[in-house]
């Protein structure tokens, strides 16, 4: 097959794998936008997954469909080592500009209340050069979202920017990756806000992608957050799903797959977007004719799971310390002894299991698990558990030694 034409090369064809088995989404946000313009009150919303499973891919496409809309959007991923005001203040500037609405005192005010929230972010002494300028022209607007608790700044800032798209029969939708790396304090007044929004109707969204334990984050926040977000768990592509993502691309390049090779793409990628397009990729380059076969999948795998041990896993596995990989590579034995029916993907094993292989005490760990719970290396839904972010990672792990 022409691997310049590769339909699975990143950012190539007009089908990526990520959106397949994505249409009930984004027919539900399309309801969302309709009724938030109608003045209807809606909740934000919240996307969870696994690494690999098309979050970042959906909330750019849910993004495209409030910017079909004519809503102005913006859009930041959220850093354990940077608070909210900054990223907040640029994503919130530009919906402002994708409004598109003529200069007026109005749009100055809005403009000039979102440089000051940004600017409180320095401290009350620091001198001009020292403040962060947004590249707004307006003059900061003083004595609006800029008194310094997080949580009364940012619903007046929404407060603002909401009422200039109401004006305008617009809306605003403010788009968050990584969500669960936000500080525990912008989350709490992000939820506040996000609860001020709804009561007044002002048409602003909040749509947030993250890990799977976001919805515990939130909840640890405000203990009304599960009334305030619609959550949309994103998992891994159903059978009928997966086939679409690979066949669909191949087809716009006038090729395909035999029902065979289509088996064997599942069993290697058990249907994760990023393992379908991975696969594809290697798949179209070294498959001579068409139709791909199961024959072409069994030659293309050993490269690909390279690649994924590079790209994929490895670049993760370094991001840890020697005692943390430690933890890691105990956690994947800990899964691996579990008997088969008790497996899963992302190896979720009780805490007390990985000390037993370490023969440390649970207690002598928590250092390790928390770092890792930072760096968005695993993950905790339950009391006592702990599961890679990673699917396949465990299995990986396993298979380096």
């Not at 403040?131 to 608790?149: F, M, T």
């Amino acid at each position: 097959m022409d691997p310049i034409r590769n339909p699975y090369a990143p950012g190539a064809g007009q089908r990526p794998p990520e959106l397949a088995g994505r249409d009930e989404q984004l027919e539900q946000f399309k309801i969302v936008i309709q009724r938030i313009s109608r003045g209807r009150p809606e909740r934000s919303i919240v996307l969870t997954g696994l690494r690999g499973v098309g979050k970042t891919v959906l909330l750019n496409a849910l993004r495209s469909e409030a910017v079909r809309a004519k809503w102005g959007t913006g859009k930041f991923e959220a850093r354990p080592d940077q608070r909210l005001r900054r990223p907040l203040s640029s994503a919130l500037h530009q919906a402002v500009r994708e409004l598109g609405h003529p200069q007026s005192e109005d749009v100055d005010h809005v403009l000039g209340v979102i440089k000051a929230f940004a600017q409180r972010d320095a401290a009350p002494n620091a001198k001009l050069r020292d403040k962060w300028n947004p590249g707004i022209d307006a003059p900061a607007v003083s004595g609006r979202a800029d008194s310094g608790d997080i949580e009364i700044d940012l619903v007046e800032l929404l407060s603002d920017a909401g009422g200039l798209a109401a004006d305008m029969g617009r809306g605003i939708g403010i788009f968050i990756d990584e969500m669960q790396d936000l500080h525990p304090e912008d989350v709490s007044a992000l939820c506040a806000a996000c609860h001020e929004i709804s009561q007044t109707g002002l048409p602003v969204i909040v749509v947030g992608a993250g890990l799977p334990h976001l919805p515990a984050v939130l909840s640890a926040s405000k203990s009304y957050s599960e009334r305030l977000f619609k959550y949309a768990r994103i998992d891994r592509l159903p059978r009928e799903a997966a086939e679409r993502a690979l066949q669909g691309p191949a087809q716009d390049e006038e090729a395909e797959f035999d029902q065979a090779a289509l088996d064997a793409m599942y069993e290697v990628t058990g249907g994760y977007p990023y393992f379908i397009q991975a696969y594809g990729q290697v798949v179209w380059e070294l498959a001579p004719t068409s139709p791909i076969t199961a024959a072409d999948v069994h030659v293309a795998a050993p490269q690909a799971e390279a690649d994924l041990a590079v790209g994929f896993f490895g670049s993760r596995y370094e991001r840890a310390t020697p005692g943390e990989r430690e933890y890691l590579r105990a956690m994947a034995e800990a899964g691996g002894r579990l008997p088969d029916a008790e497996k899963d993907d992302v190896g979720s094993v009780l805490t007390s299991d990985v000390a037993d292989v370490l023969g440390r005490k649970p207690q002598s760990l928590s250092p390790a698990r928390d770092a890792l719970l930072k760096k968005g290396l695993v993950y905790s839904n339950e009391r006592g558990r702990v599961a890679f972010t990673v699917p396949h990672f465990g299995k990986y792990l396993r298979s380096v030694g």
